[in-house]
């Protein structure tokens, strides 16, 4: 196995995502670290939601969430979020709950040394010193990566959880989405030569790059990004997608494609990324909003996501549409992260064996 101490920061830097994926993983390929998206494949995503499935299974009983509650008992986590966050936060606090890790946190750095001027380094280095896993949340887009490297090469080598880095990659958000998608599809040819329409904000949407990196895994999947001509997709997801021989277009039409989704992935306006302020207020956003108009232009299988918060783009009179995914999507991202902590920290075969001979 390659392991992240046996490279230095340099060579590492130079591999491509791919490449550098080994490096993050542990045996029986779990993840160790989770930075990217490109670390999962297909059978390991279905081996995460079949470890969620079975998790949510369990925990409906006392018994069964006691039995969780015992699993990772032994390990603490930190909560390491220096950028807003609401149901990243929340979710993996609750499945860090779900697992019995007992959590510390961070949310402001203002109240912590770095406003004392510590490094990153060494505000990471600490946290190692009490706790067993860092998942970590920064406007910096590498700095989960860099946390990673810097501890696999200290004597608290522990692994990390990047919960969003800038406006690079959210990859436990595309774990949420591929789970929410798989289990939408699972009764109706599960997912494979499906539409999925991205439509917003696509260029600073960092859940939009992880996940069409994901979707990748599916065969047949083709997919559509419809953005005004200023926040559309950046070339290097395109290129990704042509190097694969994955079927795409961009568009700047949203009524257009409706009919032609498998899944709209609606995104807000991420204008906390503007260089002047008002700078996004200025881009005409009006056409790329899903309301009742759009709502009627859906197949009747087709599902609605979002990662959330929303503005005005999903209006809420689509909210009670059994086929607005929203909700779910976001509950489903408390089994999903509940299942990679398991696997992060080896509980996967006690949790199927508990499973089997319960279930
Ligand atoms: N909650 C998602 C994120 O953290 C989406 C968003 O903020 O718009 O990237």
């Known amino acids: 196995m390659t392991r992240l101490y046996d490279i230095s920061w340099e060579d590492y830097q130079r591999l491509s995502l791919e490449e550098k994926a080994p490096y993050l993983m542990q045996d029986e390929g779990a993840p160790y670290h989770t930075l990217y998206a490109q ?86 280095r600490t946290f190692s010193s009490y706790f067993d896993m860092i998942i970590m949340r920064t406007p910096e887009k590498g700095l989960a990566e860099k946390s990673a490297w810097v501890l696999s090469h200290s004597e608290r080598p522990i692994p990390i959880i990047n919960a969003g880095s800038g406006p690079d990659q959210h990859p436990t958000q595309a774990l949420l ?84 989704a498998d899944a709209v992935y609606m995104t807000r306006i991420q204008d906390e990324w503007d260089k002047s302020k008002g700078e996004s207020a200025k881009i005409d956003t009006s056409r790329f909003k899903f309301g009742a108009e759009e709502l009627a232009l859906l197949s009747p299988r087709a599902i609605i996501m979002h990662p959330l918060p929303r503005r005005d783009e999903i209006s809420t009179v689509v909210d009670n549409d059994p086929r607005a995914m929203y909700w779910r999507q976001m509950r489903n991202g408390m089994w999903i992260r509940t299942a990679l902590i398991a696997m992060t920290f080896g509980c996967e075969n006690r949790i199927h064996d508990y499973f089997r001979f319960n279930f």
């Open 177 to 260: 989405d591929i789970y929410t998608l798989l289990r939408s599809f699972e009764k109706h040819g599960g997912l494979r030569n499906r539409t999925v329409v991205f439509c917003g904000d696509l260029l600073r949407g960092r859940t939009v790059r992880s996940l069409s990196y994901l979707l990748t895994n599916y065969p047949g999947i083709r997919m559509i990004f419809v953005a005004p001509d200023e926040l559309q997709i950046l070339p290097d997801v395109l290129e990704m997608l042509k190097r694969k021989n994955i079927e795409f277009a961009c568009s700047n039409n949203l009524r257009a494609v409706i009919p032609e």
């Open 39 to 124: 670390q999962f494949d297909g059978p390991l995503l279905g081996r995460l939601a079949l470890l969620a499935n079975e998790i949510r299974a369990i925990g409906k009983t006392r018994v069964g969430t006691e039995f969780l509650r015992s699993q990772v008992s032994h390990k603490r986590a930190m909560l390491y979020f220096t950028q807003p966050s609401s149901r990243t936060f929340l979710s993996f606090k609750s499945a860090c709950q779900i697992l019995g890790v007992p959590t510390g946190e961070v949310r402001d750095t203002s109240i912590s040394s770095e406003f004392k001027g510590e490094s990153r380094d060494d505000s990471v």
